[in-house]
T-cell receptor, first 112, second 113 residues
Framework: DTGVSQNPRHKITKRGQNVTFRCDPI?????LYWYRQTLGQGPEFLTY????????KSRLLSDRFSAERPKGSFSTLEIQRTEQGDSAMYLC??????????FGPGTRLTVL | LAKTTQPISMDSYEGQEVNITCSHN???????ITWYQQFPSQGPRFIIQ???TKVTNEVASLFIPADRKSSTLSLPRVSLSDTAVYYC??????????????FGSGTRLLVRP
């Protein structure tokens, strides 16, 4: 399977703990996006990388959130001091330049 | 805010053609129109993208009138497995844009036997 992969698929954590998610994009794609989706809503944009450079961050991305894409390949999204409001599906997508974005299966985070 | 408006839900029956219309009155010159399908607990799946007139692929057709203020996704002969949420999006493909996707609430399509 050469699609976008995300790990873990599910994460349950206690409030105040740190969590890290990983996204492996389609290999030739230079752009990588993170979105967050809550129940019944469409995905919301969080941040975007072109190669290794993080070029845009949504105001939704508080200072507890950090994302990296070392060497322009896989990306990680870390949430520090998790809150119950962080419970959501975290989606990663990749694209080649301005072409269509392809999404991974998502990581479902539950903060207790 | 999402730049598109689409029906909240639609019902259909197996074998019928389904047309979902999306309104995007403020579409900009550089914007493309893209449709995604999403099943519960899965990431959105790209269906089709277009700029003007008609685009067809193996799963759907996209009709865009000359003024580009609306578009219609056409799904021929739907099956039960087409029950999903369908999102219409417009995005700026300008050179300085991240082309982030701005999702609305989508259209929940229910296909009945």
């Amino acid at each position: 399977d050469t699609g976008v992969s995300q790990n873990p698929r599910h994460k349950i954590t206690k409030r105040g703990q740190n969590v890290t998610f990983r996204c492996d994009p389609i290999s030739e794609h230079n752009r990588l996006y993170w979105y967050r989706q809550t129940l019944g809503q469409g995905p919301e944009f969080l941040t975007y990388f072109q190669n290794e450079a993080q070029l845009e961050k949504s105001r939704l991305l508080s200072d507890r959130f950090s994302a990296e894409r070392p060497k322009g390949s896989f990306s990680t999204l870390e949430i520090q001091r998790t809150e119950q409001g962080d419970s959501a599906m975290y989606l990663c997508a990749s694209s080649l330049d301005f072409r269509a974005q392809y999404f991974g299966p998502g990581t479902r985070l539950t903060v207790l | 805010l999402a730049k598109t408006t689409q029906p909240i839900s639609m019902d259909s029956y197996e074998g019928q053609e389904v047309n979902i219309t999306c309104s995007h009155n403020n579409i900009a010159t550089n914007d493309y129109i893209t449709w995604y399908q999403q099943f519960p607990s899965q990431g959105p799946r790209f269906i089709i993208q277009g700029y003007k007139t008609k685009v067809t692929n193996e799963v759907a057709s996209l009709f865009i009138p000359a003024d580009r203020k609306s578009s219609t996704l056409s799904l021929p002969r739907v099956s039960l497995s087409d029950t999903a949420v369908y999102y219409c999006l417009v995005g700026d493909r300008g050179m300085d844009s991240s082309y982030k996707l701005i999702f609305g609430s989508g259209t929940r399509l229910l296909v009945r036997p």
